[in-house]
């Protein structure tokens, strides 16, 4: 079992940043891929930023690329998503989730691949 716990999230206007934070405890956390997620009211969770295990491969939704960084720090169990110049339309509950899946894009950006969820960090960004 791994326990995930998303924390940073909060309120920032339009072209501001935000770190979230995911803190892993549990069963060798460290080997497992990350990937950070998002659910805006009303619509499906979708996939914003994925990263491997040891760090060295990241995938991104076109939707963040250039603006959101995810990082992982295997010695502290954390993995990170910093995000740049929000828009509005990044308003979400952000969450963070955790496999031992074999890396691939396409794995990586599923829902359905993730077996850990952590409980959702809130998002808004006020136009």
């Known amino acids: 079992q791994v326990q995930l716990v998303e924390s940073g999230g909060g309120l920032v206007q339009a072209g501001g940043s935000l770190r979230l934070s995911c803190l892993a405890s549990?069963?060798?956390?460290?080997?497992?891929?990350m990937g950070w997620f998002r659910q805006a009211p009303g619509k499906e969770r979708d996939f914003v930023a994925a990263?491997?295990?040891?760090?060295?491969?990241?995938y991104y939704a076109d939707s963040v690329k250039g603006r959101f960084t995810i990082s992982r720090d295997n010695a502290e169990n954390t993995t990170y998503l910093q995000m740049n110049s929000l828009k509005p339309e990044d308003t979400a509950v952000y969450y963070c989730?955790?496999?031992?899946?074999?890396?691939?894009?396409?794995?990586?950006?599923?829902?359905?691949?993730?077996?850990?969820w952590g409980q959702g960090t809130q998002v808004t960004v006020s136009s």
């Open positions: 989730a955790a496999d031992t899946l074999r890396w691939t894009t396409g794995r990586a950006k599923r829902v359905s691949e993730y077996d850990y």
């Open positions: 549990g069963r060798t956390a460290s080997r497992y891929v």
């Open positions: 990263i491997s295990w040891s760090g060295g491969t990241t």
